[in-house]
């Protein structure tokens, strides 16, 4: 039950900071948030976002078992795609995933927009 509750937690707090960093002033604050979420979702190797058109681009990894983490991997079959939003704000929340290894990812971002915010209300 305790880890059910744990998810839940999880996927509400990135919900609720996926609403709050989609709002048209503090979208270029929360980029990295929006990148991190899209090349989990998509697997993919690179996430451009242009706001003022609404389109990602992205480039996605086809094939993970050409990666071999022992050498450079400058030949990683992948496949580029153009998507348009309309509204960010679901876009991204339909992107959010509830497997483990993202929760945990949404974990690790959590923590650093929480330490990032403290910073920024200290100084």
């Known amino acids: 039950m305790r880890k059910s509750s744990l998810r839940t937690k999880i996927l509400k707090e990135i919900e609720n900071l996926v ?11 929360y980029e990295r948030l929006h990148v991190a979420i899209l090349k989990n979702h998509y697997n993919a190797a690179s996430v451009s976002i242009d706001y003022h058109r609404n389109r990602v681009e992205m480039d996605i990894i086809v094939d993970d078992n050409a990666y071999d983490p022992r ?30 290894k993202s929760l945990a990812i949404y974990a690790r971002l959590l923590k650093s927009f929480k330490n990032n915010e403290a910073t920024y209300t200290i100084a």
């Open 19 to 29: 609403t709050g960093s989609t709002k048209a002033k503090v979208r270029r604050k």
């Open 71 to 100: 050498k450079v991997n400058t030949q990683i079959p992948t496949l580029y795609a153009n998507i348009l939003f309309k509204n960010l704000n679901e876009f991204l929340k339909s992107c959010l995933d509830n497997d483990s």
